[in-house]
Nanobody, 127 residues
Framework: LQLQASGGGLVQPGGSLRLSCAASGFTLDYYGIGWFRQAPGKEREWVSFFASRDGRTRYADSVKGRFTISRDNAKNTVYLQMRSLKPEDTAVYFC?????????????????????WGQGTLVTVSS
């Protein structure tokens, strides 16, 4: 069971990037998928969430209105479309997935609730 994150790179402020998280060895049909990011010297923070069971999406306040999470069922891939990027969005971005039951309604914001992680992809927003 693997997750492969890709799509990072260098972009100017105000630009856009699309990150991909491709799953192999399992289908994402019954999984919740989260995107997290970790800037140098900072804790890993939650960015966005997609619930495959019902299509719910959630966003951190810092990215709401600028980032969009979506899923391509045929490709078993989740995307994070990032627009109006800011220097403070610079970080290594990670995707994660979990299919188990959770006690908390907001479990998806907790990195410790995810069982599967992809490797990170670096996003640098700089002029």
């Amino acid at each position: 069971l693997q997750l492969q994150a890709s799509g990072g790179g260098l972009v100017q402020p105000g630009g856009s990037l699309r990150l991909s998280c491709a799953a192999s060895g399992f289908t994402l049909d019954y999984y919740g998928i989260g995107w997290f990011r970790q800037a140098p010297g900072k804790e890993r923070e939650w960015v966005s969430f997609f619930a495959s069971r019902d299509g719910r999406t959630r966003y951190a306040d810092s990215v709401k209105g600028r980032f969009t999470i979506s899923r391509d069922n045929a490709k078993n891939t989740v995307y994070l479309q990032m627009r109006s990027l800011k220097p403070e969005d610079t970080a290594v971005y990670f995707c994660a997935a979990d299919g188990s039951l959770h006690a908390s309604t907001y479990w998806y914001m907790d990195k410790n609730e995810y069982g599967y992680w992809g490797q990170g992809t670096l996003v640098t927003v700089s002029s």
